[in-house]
């Protein structure tokens, strides 16, 4: 009877360390990657934070077109809001580094069975 709890108490011990370890893991954060082919001579860069994101551009509206811009990123499901977001936020500082102040969302989408976010944008000014 001993041995039986012994095992017992053993075997509940080793399932609480898993699990404390399991919970205990840092989330991993993945960081998005990404290109820019320039279209024009590149302006002076600016501030990240100058550059406005625009879903779509209405018609009638002149701009330049200094870049195009790819992005993508692995996601983890429990945080694929905040990895949209830093993929926004670095297509931002790369339409930035070419002096845009715009930055035009042609495409962003994911892909579930990869767990892979993409995004193409056009940089603007």
């Known amino acids: 009877m001993a041995d039986k709890l012994a ?7 080793a399932i609480f360390t898993v699990l404390v370890i ?8 993945y960081k998005p990657k990404g290109m820019v082919l320039p279209v ?4 002076i860069p600016g501030k990240t934070s100058q550059v406005e994101v625009y879903a779509g551009i209405s018609p009638g509206v002149f701009y330049q077109t200094l870049a195009t811009i790819h992005v993508q990123s692995r996601y983890n499901p429990v945080n694929e809001q905040a990895t949209a977001e830093a993929m926004q936020d670095y297509a931002k500082g790369l339409a930035a580094n070419v002096g845009a102040n715009g930055l035009v969302l042609i495409q962003m989408a994911s892909d ?3 767990k892979t976010f993409f995004l193409n944008a056009k940089a603007i000014k």
Do not use: F, G, R
């Open 112 to 114: 579930p069975s990869t």
């Open 22 to 29: 399991h919970w205990s893991a840092p989330a991993v954060i």
């Open 40 to 43: 024009k001579e590149h302006l």
């Open 7 to 13: 095992n017992l108490v053993y075997i509940l011990v």
